[in-house]
């Protein structure tokens, strides 16, 4: 079977817990995490998992089951790149310096629709959102300028099909 990227959602209850029981159902199984993010998700008091892995379809398959067992999951997704819009989020500090030594850097940044986001007297910071591709490649061109730190956030994502789940939780509601 062919591996590919998928990006699976999961709708918690915010517990403590279960983070490590998610990340040993992949454990299990020697699935690596290429990207992992957390956040409240779109209705209250329901957090969202974004994991990104790289696996053929029927392990995605079996994951997401694993994962809906799991007592504190409200629900469990997963989609192809092609099914969601999906950027990620980069800071890059480099010292002060470069950016005013050094003329090029300033159309680095330029060219890459990146922002500066601070500037101290020893330190400025940059930021770029886009593919990890686009990401990466403005920290090579950053890294002959003295790029002192960098950082990169996992994939945040949006279904472009609507997964349903508020209309889920809804039924949830009105039955108890």
């Given at each position: 079977?062919e591996?590919?990227?998928?990006t699976?959602?999961?709708?918690s209850?915010n517990?403590?817990g ?12 020697h ?19 974004v ?10 398959r ?7 067992k ?14 969601t ?17 050094e003329?090029?850097?300033?159309n ?39 790029l002192?730190?960098f ?26």
């Open positions: 079977m591996k590919k990227n998928y699976i959602s999961v709708y209850e517990n403590i279960l983070l490590n029981r998610i990340s040993a159902i992949f454990l299990k199984r699935i690596n995490l290429e990207s992992f993010s957390t956040s409240e998700s779109e209705i209250p008091n329901v957090f969202r998992f994991i990104v892995v790289n696996i053929d379809s029927e392990k995605v079996k994951i997401v089951q694993q994962i809906e799991q007592i504190d999951v409200i629900k469990a997704y997963y989609h192809t790149d092609e099914e819009i999906f950027q990620e989020n980069a800071l890059y500090k480099v010292k002060s310096s470069s950016l005013f030594e003329r090029q850097i300033q680095i940044i330029k060219d890459s629709h990146a922002t500066i986001v601070t500037v101290s007297p020893e330190f400025f910071v940059i930021e770029k959102t886009g593919f990890r591709e686009d990401t990466e490649k403005l920290r090579k061109n950053l890294a002959p300028y003295g002192l730190q950082v990169r956030s996992g994939r945040i994502s949006v279904s472009k099909a609507k997964m349903g789940i508020s209309e889920l939780l809804n039924t949830f509601k009105n039955n108890n």
